[in-house]
């Protein structure tokens, strides 16, 4: 059975959102780069917080995919 399109909107919010904090991610470690160590170790533990939020919500994008979780209408 497929997914309603409330529940498939949801998936590709949540996976917008994945992608949207990777490419911020990526952002962030380019301007570690050219920090200080000390500075930069600081800012790459905080990244390591948002790269486990990204897979966290892809996790979720899956289990609304295998139906799991789904989004009523409004």
């Known amino acids: 059975m497929g997914l309603n399109r409330t529940t498939q909107r949801l998936r590709r919010e949540l996976l917008d ?15 570690a780069e ?23 919500l892809k996790a979720l994008a899956e289990e609304v995919r295998q139906g799991q979780v789904s989004r009523l209408k409004s």
Do not use: F, M, R, W
């Open 17 to 31: 959102l994945a992608c949207h904090q990777e490419a911020l991610a990526s952002k962030l470690t380019h301007i």
């Open 34 to 56: 050219t920090l200080p160590a000390a500075q930069s170790l600081l800012l790459l533990e905080l990244l390591a917080e948002v790269y486990a939020d990204v897979d966290h």
